[in-house]
């Protein structure tokens, strides 16, 4: 498995290194009928290794640095909320508010952990883009 995951903590912040090894995209539809967003394919997923550099501070800030490792393309978000939330099965996962640094577009980032490995999904409303980021074995 190709995870780093370094974290370290301190009184003001933690921070940690993944690496995640595919990706799918999809596109979002919202739905006045059904009162939610519909999603339908885009890209399957495929190998495309990127390095996710997360930093999360006490206070609810942080930032975001993706960097594709094929074309070193690098995302940064800045984030201004995060919290711990847990899910209908109990499971707890990182619920992520923030902006895109090259174009201000609103985001929201979920990192779920599993035992056989990280899944982290970025939810674009404007762009109508969900991009899905994980290194699950197989």
Do not use: C
């Amino acid at each position: 498995m190709l995870t780093f995951a370094v974290l370290t903590a301190n009184a003001q912040s933690q921070s940690g290194t993944t690496i995640m090894k595919r990706t799918s995209s999809q596109r979002m539809v919202w739905s006045d009928v059904d009162d939610k967003w519909l999603f339908f394919p885009l890209r399957e997923r495929h190998y495309e290794a990127s390095v996710w550099e997360t930093l999360l501070n006490d206070n609810g800030t942080g930032s975001i640095r993706i960097t594709n490792v094929d074309s070193e393309i690098t995302y940064g978000i800045n984030i201004y909320k995060w919290e711990m939330r847990t899910n209908d099965d109990g499971q707890q996962y990182i619920w992520i508010e923030g902006i895109q640094i090259s174009d201000s577009q609103r985001l929201q980032v979920i990192m779920n952990s599993y035992s056989n490995g990280k899944m982290y999904t970025v939810f674009m409303p404007d762009s109508q883009l969900a991009i899905f980021f994980d290194n699950l074995t197989e």
